[in-house]
T-cell receptor, first 113, second 117 residues
């Protein structure tokens, strides 16, 4: 079974600074990887996903993530954060033969002025 | 884009009563719908998966008699929390997909906050 670890529970970043959120997964084959964002009291919105091909994936809202098989990682980055990026971010992993997604515990991002 | 709605957005009920939560795919047909539970500051926990016209598949540890799921049409799934108790208070989120594969994106609803007094 697949699993996801998000090592950082909470990150505070200044507006305009860069952001990187870590995600490590455990899965025996090539995983399907996702990053979702959740604003307070809201559902999840897909930021980006990786299935195959180019390991650097571009997403919405200026986010990108890089799949590194050797490190079992799929870290999310944004060069310059905006106050509206304050939210909860979840990494998720799925398998090609299984519809289920396993979510990490999430990272809360706070943006200070 | 694909839109999933949930109703109600929040509900408060007395202990022992039943509560029904609706999940609708507004602009696409959802062959598969998923129900998650999210505790404060915690990850999403998959409760069950439902396919239109068939019985839901529940995850280990989820009481199927307590959390009744019906997926009667390609656009509607309902979760009924029967005989609710305070420990059932949580944020319930549904998602919908055009098929069950992980490569088919799940579109998430905005969630329903259930508070059981």
């Amino acid at each position: 079974a697949q699993s996801v670890t998000q090592p950082d529970i909470h990150i505070t970043v200044s507006e305009g600074a860069s952001l990187e959120l870590r995600c490590n997964y455990s899965y025996g084959a090539t995983p399907y990887l996702f990053w979702y964002v959740q604003s307070p009291g809201q559902g999840l919105q897909l930021l980006l996903k990786y299935f195959s091909g180019d390991t650097l994936v571009q997403g919405i809202k200026g986010f990108e993530a890089e799949f590194k098989r050797s490190q079992s990682s799929f870290n999310l980055r944004k060069p310059s954060v905006h106050w509206s990026d304050a939210a909860e971010y979840f990494c998720a992993v799925g398998a090609s033969n299984d519809y289920k997604l396993s979510f990490g515990a999430g990272t809360t991002v706070t943006v200070r002025a | 884009g694909a839109v999933v709605s949930q109703h109600p957005s929040r509900v408060i009920c007395k202990s022992g009563t039943s509560v029904k939560i609706e999940c609708r795919s507004l602009d696409f047909q959802a062959t598969t719908m998923f129900w998650y539970r999210q505790f404060p500051k915690k990850s999403l926990m998959l409760m069950a998966t439902s396919n239109e016209g068939s019985k839901a598949t529940y995850e280990q540890g989820v009481e199927k008699d307590k959390f009744l799921i019906n997926h009667a049409s390609l656009t509607l799934s309902t979760l009924t929390v029967t005989s609710a108790h305070p420990e059932d208070s949580s944020f319930y989120i549904c998602s919908a997909s055009t098929s069950g594969g992980a490569d088919n994106e799940q579109f998430f609803g905005p969630g329903t906050r259930l508070t059981v007094l």
